[in-house]
């Protein structure tokens, strides 16, 4: 935290004032849901504030999370700040239009994913097998396309169903699905569970999967997750 509240003073090429810092925060890390960018977003919205420099927020958080994980594409940063689904493409980030409730539910692997590691993994397949990687990187897009539309269409779950089910296949052939998280996953589809895909880049954290209804009881650490469909920030 130290290092971040420094590195966003000397951004702005300003002194660092002296004081405590005092960051309060429920989001785990290292567990695929956006820790280090929630941080960076903060502080960054905190030097912004007192330097009346509002219109450099995003910049200042990309900027502050290259640290973490050295090729930041704003994507957490956008997720971090927002109310409601976005999607992101080419560094600009746009409001889903979300049309439904989809039951989902988050489930920790109990084990530390590292961000860096998992987009160094994907870099090297690049340099070595650039057939191999770029395939994956299409069905990584029809994923994504598969989900948006779905979200975008009333109870379309099909769609969500298979686009869940080919980024987790993604993720298998980057290798960035550890046994421990199959084991997990083979897991939630024996409770019923529709469909399994990692979070953020991989290796551990957090599950997501995607239920029928939210009648199934919750495990050890699982969370319930509903998108907002109506912009605004609602308790667990």
Not at 72 to 97: M, N, R
Not at 180 to 199: F, S
Request: charged share 20%.
């Amino acid at each position: 935290i130290e290092k971040v509240w420094y590195r966003a003073w000397e951004a702005c090429e300003m002194p660092t004032p002296k004081g405590v810092i005092k960051c309060q925060s429920c989001i785990p890390i290292g567990q695929g849901m956006g820790a280090s960018a929630a941080l960076c977003l903060a502080i960054a919205r905190c030097v912004c504030h007192i330097t009346h420099r509002l219109e450099y927020i995003f910049e200042l958080a990309k900027k502050l999370e290259h640290d973490f994980h050295h090729q930041s594409s704003g994507l957490d940063i956008i997720g971090a700040g927002s109310l409601s689904g976005s999607v992101f493409e080419k560094g600009q980030a746009q409001p889903i239009p979300i049309q439904w409730h989809p039951y989902w539910r988050l489930t920790p692997t109990f084990t530390t994913g590292s961000t860096t590691e998992a987009v160094n993994q994907v870099m090297q397949l690049f340099d070595e097998n650039l057939q191999k990687a770029e395939k994956i990187d299409s069905q990584m897009n029809k994923s994504v396309r598969l989900c948006l539309g779905a979200l975008k269409s009333p109870q379309d779950i099909t769609n969500l169903i298979l686009g869940m089910k080919i980024a987790h296949d993604c993720f298998k052939d980057w290798g960035l699905i550890t046994p421990n998280m199959q084991a997990h996953i083979q897991k939630l589809y024996a409770r019923g569970a529709l469909a399994v895909k990692p979070t953020g880049s991989g290796g551990g954290g957090y599950l997501l999967s995607l239920w029928q209804n939210n009648q199934i009881p919750s495990e050890q650490g699982e969370i319930p997750i509903i998108l907002p469909i109506d912009k605004k920030s609602h308790p667990l």
